[in-house]
């Protein structure tokens, strides 16, 4: 893992097309960077890397927050989507809260029985305020 900015890594092996040796090479990157760096609390977006990031902290007992930006098996036609479905209901029992960016998505996971609704949270747009980003000057938040 390559850390390219304050608070920012790079996984070299982390793609989005699925493959096996670089997915494997990837879970083991993030479970040594997570067991090295003892975090509390880990947040995740995005199929591929929410899932292997929840399977790790569940793994570590490291609690953990998934933000859903799409439902992957019910945005595309593929003939892997009753697939990509069981793993995303395996993935949300490894979690403590599930993020959505819109109650219609949240609705979708509880109809299709892959989160359950106490661990759903609804923040429209991935944004609950744009506040605390302007309690900040421009410059300070690029001094990092």
């Given at each position: ?25 990837a879970f083991h990157e993030i479970r040594e960077f997570?067991?090295k760096n003892k975090f509390d609390l880990v947040h ?74 106490d661990k759903l949270l609804v923040v429209y747009n ?19």
């Amino acid at each position: 893992m390559k850390k390219v900015s304050y608070g920012t890594y790079i996984i070299p092996c982390l793609f989005r097309k699925l493959s096996l040796t670089n997915d494997l090479k990837a879970f083991h990157e993030i479970r040594e960077f997570l067991t090295k760096n003892k975090f509390d609390l880990v947040h995740s977006n995005g199929p591929k890397a929410g899932f292997l990031f929840r399977k790790v902290c569940n793994d570590l007992n490291i609690r953990n927050v998934y933000t859903h930006h799409l439902i992957v098996y019910k945005q595309f036609n593929s003939i892997f989507n009753p697939l990509y479905r069981f793993l995303e209901k395996m993935a949300s029992n490894w979690c403590d809260y599930v993020i959505t960016v819109s109650q219609s998505n949240a609705n979708q996971l509880v109809r299709d029985r892959v989160t359950p609704n106490d661990k759903l949270l609804v923040v429209y747009n991935g944004l609950s305020s744009l506040q605390p980003i302007f309690e900040y000057e421009l410059h300070e938040l690029w001094e990092y």
